[in-house]
């Protein structure tokens, strides 16, 4: 009966987000609720993972790198994090697996970009786009990748498809020394007018 489902999903909504509240607080500690949510999703009670995973990645969004002490190794546990939920999700809740798997993906590619490896950061891109196609920070990446492998076709063709999803990559390109080497041609220039 999907109302049992409806009704189901909205007591595990609202319990993410009290769980984040907590976390938020300091009245929940983090690393326990995240064994909690691994214990959870190892038996098999994936909607109680997935709550728990939604609240911790909540409570971690607002942590900025360059406030972080390794920004690196944030970002790594982040990009875990995020891979262990979307594997949770995918037992109860498609569209927000596949919104995950993109996140981790995205930053799969842009830890490859940051390591110097532009084909290893193309292949995570790519990953993230089979999740979310229109996702305008992942062709913004992917533009940024392709043009440090000296594709700038392709680099080019991504970067205007960024734009056209979000205008704000424009502003973001004119910055963006990976993409540097784009902004003389034709097509990019006139998408940046």
């Known amino acids: 009966d999907p109302k049992v ?3 189901a999903n909205r007591a595990f909504d609202a319990a993410a987000v009290r769980l984040a509240a907590l976390l938020q607080t300091g009245l929940a500690d983090g690393p326990q609720e995240l064994t909690l949510a691994r214990d959870a999703k190892r038996e098999r009670r994936f909607r109680t993972a997935l709550a728990r995973y939604r609240a911790i990645l909540a409570w971690t969004a607002g942590a900025h790198p360059n406030d972080l002490r ?3 190794e944030s970002a790594r546990w982040r990009m875990e994090l995020l891979g262990e939920a979307a594997s949770a999700a995918t037992r109860v809740d498609g569209a927000l697996a596949r919104t995950y798997f993109a996140r981790h993906f995205l930053l799969r590619g842009l830890m490859g ?4 490896d532009a084909v290893r950061a193309i292949a995570d891109l790519q990953r993230a786009l089979e999740h979310a196609a229109d996702d305008a920070a992942v062709h913004f990446a992917l533009a940024r990748a392709h043009t440090r492998q000296g594709d700038f076709g392709l680099g080019a063709k991504a970067l205007l498809r960024a734009i056209d999803l979000d205008a704000r990559f424009a502003q973001s390109a004119q910055v963006e020394p990976d993409v540097a080497p784009l902004l003389s041609r034709d097509d990019v220039r006139d998408a940046l007018r």
């Open 70 to 72: 390794n920004p690196d």
């Open 113 to 116: 970009l940051r390591e110097d």
């Open 5 to 7: 489902f409806t009704r």
